[in-house]
């Protein structure tokens, strides 16, 4: 069973940048693809961006493929999201996942929040 970690998380201001980070354990890092996801209060989880075991990367939208980059090192079995110009409907917890073998996210890190304020 996979266990993820996410660090990197915080309060900032508008138009900042954070860099949030996901430790996995216990499979193979570099056999599965990897995903954020984020929850803001009130709402459904959401998906933000994913990245494949091969480094194809995919985001939501367009506007938050502007702002926002996903990338991964399987040297430190580590996936970060780096996020840009940050705004306040950024503000969610952020969710790492990890692909099973059906393709399906089976496996969620406990979230760290993401408070950006104007």
């Known amino acids: 069973q996979v266990q993820l970690v996410e660090s990197g998380g915080g309060t900032v201001q508008a138009g900042d940048s954070l860099r949030l980070s996901c430790v996995a354990s216990?499979?193979?890092?570099?056999?599965?693809?990897m995903g954020w996801f984020r929850q803001a209060p009130g709402k459904e989880r959401e998906f933000v961006a994913e990245?494949?075991?091969?480094?194809?990367?995919?985001y939501s939208s367009e506007s938050l493929k502007d702002r926002f980059t996903v990338s991964r090192d399987n040297a430190k079995n580590t996936v970060y999201l780096q996020m840009n110009s940050l705004k306040p409907e950024d503000t969610a917890v952020y969710y790492c996942?990890?692909?099973?073998?059906?393709?399906?996210?089976?496996?969620w890190g406990q979230g760290t929040q993401v408070t950006v304020s104007s």
């Open positions: 216990g499979r193979t890092f570099s056999a599965y693809g």
């Open positions: 990245i494949s075991r091969g480094g194809v990367t995919k």
């Open positions: 996942a990890a692909e099973g073998t059906s393709g399906a996210y089976d496996a």
